[in-house]
């Protein structure tokens, strides 16, 4: 389980200063538990600079540097609570970027290697850790060669879920025009599974900026429907929510 933030906002500002001091406090405050590692992706040109690490959010003194010192109007943070058996170490970080995306995930499925089989063959070479994540997000790109990055993140977190045991396959992807959040957690009959609130997603706005996280920090926030996802456009903050169901039936 992991936490993720994404925001765009209506000028560059750092981390640190859209969020204030207390949200920044207690965002950070989760890596006590989400202890193995963060990362943070902004937008260099077409492309998504990465800086992360495995060390813990408090303890890290690059994050305090970065939160502070990066200025951007769109970007994804990221703290991690390492799948069972994935190692900690940075490559299995989040975000993940490839080209002009940026891809953070929240969750596990079950036999994640045989999703390599779907991943388009010119991609393999692309992955560098070992993470179910990683390969989520190739599954994503794959479906984006023929389909809108919204209508493709819905395929893959339907394919997934269809072959695949999971807890939750909520996603934050950031491209030099929009951020994408998908809600998507286990069904119904696995309801009873502890802590279903580590997989809620929320979002907040206003005229300057729209906030979309995982739970356990801040106030003012507007609950996501499960199975729904959340497109904000960079160049007018416009948000809409729409179900999978919706956007699936867009292709």
Known sequence: MCRLLGWVSDEPTTLATLIGDTDLHAFAQLSSDHKHGWGLAWPDGDEFMVRKSPKRALDSAMFDTT???????IGLAHLRWATSGLAVRTDNNHPFSIGPTAFAHNGAFEAHNDLLDHV????????????????????VLGYASEAPLDVALA????????????????????????????CYFYPPELANRPSMQ???????????????????????????????????QRDTLAVTVRSVD?????A
Not at 132 to 138: A, F, K, P, R
Not at 155 to 182: G, K, Q
Request: avoid cysteine.
């Open 67 to 73: 939160v502070h010192a990066v200025s951007t109007d």
């Open 246 to 250: 919706e956007v699936l039936a867009t």
């Open 198 to 232: 580590y997989f809620d997603l929320v979002y907040r706005s206003d005229d300057h900026a729209v906030t979309v996280a995982s739970t356990g920090w801040g106030a003012g926030w507007t609950s996501m429907p499960n199975r729904a996802l959340l497109t904000v």
């Open 120 to 139: 388009p063959g010119d991609l393999h070479s692309l992955r560098t850790g070992a993470t179910d994540s990683e390969l989520y997000y190739l599954l």
């Open 155 to 182: 395929r893959a977190a339907a394919h997934i879920a269809d072959r695949h045991e999971f807890t939750s396959l909520n996603a934050m992807i950031a491209t030099p025009d929009a951020l994408y959040a998908l």
